[in-house]
């Protein structure tokens, strides 16, 4: 399974949501995430890829698509 699909996995989730959306559409104007899910969903991102995301950088922005997300991930890694 390639990282977006675990990304996406993830979001499916915690959001409880079966949702399929673009790689560069913005989880949080469509709806897929608000902020209550994005804690739970950086919970999420660091079990799975092992990672630690610092409070800093809980910003929605980071974390407003399945690029961007991606992107940090790796970027972690």
Not at 1 to 30: C, G, H, W, Y
Not at 38 to 46: H, M
């Amino acid at each position: 399974m390639d990282r977006q699909a675990q990304i996406l996995s993830l979001i499916r989730q915690v959001t409880k949501k079966d949702v399929n959306p673009p790689a560069d559409e913005s989880l949080f104007d469509s709806g897929v995430l608000d902020s209550f899910a994005l804690a739970d969903l950086v919970n999420a991102l660091e079990k799975e890829f092992s990672i630690k995301i610092p409070d800093a950088d809980l910003n929605p922005r980071k974390f407003d698509s399945l690029e961007r997300i991606e992107s940090y991930v790796e970027s972690r890694s």
